[in-house]
C-alpha cells in the first residue's frame, strides 16, 4: 500500500532555474521560501503512513529536553507533538546491512513525540532538519542541535527532533507519566521466519529492539512535510528540502537508514551524520551525504570509501562534542532533573561524563559546530543547484592506518580550525581508555603569561586566526559568516607581554 504526502514545493536550484530559461520560461521566484499558496500540491507515494500529530497539551507538565536557550531570542517558537502512526517491521535494516531492506510486516501502532522549532515564516530558509535523537545515555539528547544551534537558528532553518528509540521513549515515560505515559514504541523483535533478532541490541543487556525505529522517522517526517493543512505543524511553511541529521548512536542508525530504508521511498534530500557513518555509503543512493568525524572517534571506526553522492570531513582535535555542546546539553539535564547518577541522584551530562575520563577539564575548544552547519549548507546547496559538497578531506595515516602527527603531537591533514592551530589551551582529542571520556578529551586552558610567550601580541594572535580561519573558509569547510566570527572573537582575546 502506498500513502501520499502532497509534494514539498519551495526554491528552484540554479540547474532548474537555467533550464527553464534555455526553454524560454519567464518565472517569477518572489516568495519562494515564505508560505506556501498551492492548495493542489501534487501528492507524493510513500509506502510508509505519515503520522497524525496532536500538539501535547497536559496541564502541570512541561516537555522533556526541551531547548535549554531562549529560543523567543533568535525568533523561533518550540512546540511538542504526540505522533501516532503505523510502522513496518523490516529484515535487513541496521546499521550494517548496505542493501534495501525488506519488509517483514505491517500496520503496527507507535505513539512518540516530536519537538517542532520554527522561526517566523519570513525568515524560514526553504530547508526543514529533522534530527533522530541520540540515546546512549538512557534519554534524549539533540547533540546536533547542541553542537550548531547558534548556526542554525541564524540561518533559519526549521527543525524537528525525533524521539525515534525505545530508551529515549522510556525515559520519556518514566520522567513524566503525566505527559508522556501513553507513549509506545516497543516491538516484538523476533523474526518470524528466522527466530533471530530483527534489530539486535548494541550491547549484550536484553532489550526490546527498535524495529519501529525507522518508521517512526518516516512517518513523523511525512507529516511535518504534509504543511497545507491549516492544523499542520508546518502550516504556512513552504518546505523546499528535508535533510535527516544525527551524531554518534543516531548518525549509525541514519547510516542503516541511508543504506536500506533510503531507496525505498527516497523520502530524505540529503543527510548530515556527525561522528559518524558507521559502514560505507551506497553508491547508488541518490540523496548527498556528508560524515563529519572528529579526532577522537578516528581509532574506532575504519574510513570507508566515498561515492559521488558522499564526503566524509575530519576535523583536528576535536573531540567526541565540544565544550560548547557540553555547556548546551548540561543546561538541558540540570533543568529537568532526567539523567540520573547511579545513586538515582540527578546530574548533568559533563558529570556523566568526569568519572570515566583521566583528567578534567573535559571537551576540546575546536567548535564541531562550525564544520556542521557548513556540510548543512553544503549539502542544500547540493540539493539545490546539483554543485557539490567540497572534496573528502582526511587525517594523515601511514601504512598501518595510525594517524601521523607533527614533531608537536597534533595530527596532520584533516580540517584545521584556528582553535586547533592557533589554540588558546592544550587540547588532547583523548582523555584515557574508558568510554565516554577516551572520546571526550580534555583541554588545559593557557595562562596569560603562556599565551604572551605563544603569540607576543593581541594583533599578533589576531593575525594567525584570520590566516587560517580565511584559509579553512576559501577551502570551502567554514561558512564565510562564521569566519567572520571567529575573527571577531580573536579580536577580544587580550595578549600582551
Known sequence: MKFTTPRRGGRIGAVAFASLLIAGTTLSLAGCTTASTNSDATKIEYSVPPAVLTPVEVAGTTPMAAASIDLGEYGYTETEYYADGKANRYRGASN?????AEVIDSNHDYRTRVLVRTPEAGKFNGTL????????????ADFVFAEAHEEYLREGYAYAVVSAQNAGIDALKSWSPKRYGSLHAASINADPTTGEAIDACPTPAPCPGDAYSWDIFSGVTEALLDTNSPDAALSGFDVANVIAVGQSQSASRLTGYYNTIQPIDNLF??????????????????????????????????????????????????????????????????RDNGLKGPDGTPISFTEWVAPTCASEPIFSTVENGLVIADATDAIVKWIETGVPAPDT?????????????????????????????????????????NFPCAVSGSRTEFTSSELANLYGSSSDYVAQVTSVTQAVEKAGYILPVD?????????????SK
Open 96 to 100: 550494517m546491512d548496505s542493501t534495501t
Open 129 to 140: 532538519l529533522v534530527e533522530w535523537t541520540n540515546v546512549t545515555i538512557g534519554v534524549d
Open 269 to 334: 534530500d540529503g543527510f548530515v551524520l556527525w561522528d559518524r557513518a558507521t559502514n560505507a555509503l551506497r553508491d547508488d543512493v541518490q540523496a548527498p551525504a556528508i560524515s563529519i568525524n572528529s579526532e577522537s572517534l578516528t581509532p574506532l571506526f575504519p574510513v570507508f570509501p566515498n561515492g559521488d553522492n558522499t564526503r566524509t570531513w575530519e576535523i583536528a582535535g576535536a573531540t567526541h562534542g565540544s565544550k560548547y555542546a557540553a555547556a548546551y546539553v548540561d543546561g538541558m539535564f540540570t
Open 393 to 433: 578531506i582526511l587525517f594523515e595515516r601511514d601504512a598501518d592506518g595510525n594517524l601521523v602527527r607533527d614533531e608537536q603531537g597534533n595530527v596532520k591533514g584533516g580540517i584545521q580550525l584556528a582553535d586547533f592551530l592557533v589554540p588558546t589551551a592544550a587540547l588532547n582529542a583523548f582523555n584515557g581508555t
Open 483 to 495: 569566519a567572520e566570527s571567529v575573527i571577531s572573537a580573536a579580536k577580544k582575546v587580550k595578549i
